[in-house]
């Protein structure tokens, strides 16, 4: 079962404007190759700009388009971009979830005993069901905590 990351409203926004930016430099090139705006331009100056800008669209649409969460059958996946790393369940040591802004937590344990926490980047309804599923393989309980209100005076 897989589960698409969430950068949130900002991060998204700021992907989408360098993919388009990196886009239009490409198109400038390729009018800068083809002569439009005169004789003047150095074509290796443009072939090695249009080729960085590809590689740049290229990896920033693997990053938006190619993140995700993976259950499978002895191990959690996580992919960022074109990066992979799998998660033993027997490591998972800790599944907690924020009943108010819905965020989940996980602590995974290393070989020498040593905990890294990280925060899955899901949202709302998706969130709820990873980390039931999650509990599920992992063969324990979700832990769901409410943080306290500081009032302010």
Do not use: W
């Amino acid at each position: 079962m897989k589960f698409k990351m969430n950068f949130g409203t900002l991060k998204t926004a700021l992907l989408g404007i360098v993919i388009s930016l990196a886009f239009a430099v490409v198109i400038v090139d390729v009018l800068l190759l083809a002569g439009v705006f005169g004789d003047g331009a150095n074509k290796v100056v443009a072939g090695v700009s249009m080729g960085i800008c590809l590689l740049m669209a290229g990896a920033f649409m693997a990053v938006l388009f190619g993140s995700h969460y993976g259950l499978k059958d002895d191990h959690l996946k996580v992919s960022f971009g074109i990066f992979s790393d799998k998660v033993k369940y027997s490591c998972v040591t800790l599944i907690r979830q924020n009943l108010d802004t819905k965020e989940v937590y996980v602590a995974v344990e290393d070989d020498r005993g040593v905990p890294t926490y990280a925060t899955i980047n899901l949202v709302g309804a998706e969130a709820d069901k990873f980390a039931s599923e999650l509990a599920g393989k992992c063969g324990m309980l979700v832990d769901y905590f409410t943080p306290e209100k500081k009032d302010k005076k």
